[in-house]
């Protein structure tokens, strides 16, 4: 009967670890799905900018919508928006496939 009721205590316990570390696993995935979107918008934004910057219409920058006469083919070429290759983000998406 002691031993049972140690068992029983023993169970309970085991139960309260499982549902804190769930706690802990759902927050920890809900943090890296933060991170992700994060991550994304940066991109997003960096390859924008370098784009931009590629084209001459940095922002801030007089006459900024200005493009290079002599880069117009080459941009043309590149279409609206073709985001480079970022090493940390191949990175990024090499480990969160692992």
Avoid: I, N, Y
Wanted: without cysteine.
């Amino acid at each position: 009967s002691d031993k049972l009721a140690r068992a029983g205590a023993d169970a309970a316990e085991a139960e309260a670890r499982v549902r804190t570390m769930q706690q802990a696993v759902d927050g920890l995935a809900q943090r890296a799905r933060d991170v992700e979107a994060v991550v994304a918008r940066t991109v997003t934004a960096a390859a924008a900018r370098r784009a931009a910057s590629e084209l001459g219409d940095e922002p801030g920058r007089p006459g900024a919508s200005a493009v290079d006469p002599d880069d117009k083919e080459r941009a043309s070429d590149r279409g609206p928006f073709q985001p480079t290759f970022d090493p940390l983000e191949a990175r990024f998406r090499e480990l969160e496939g692992k």
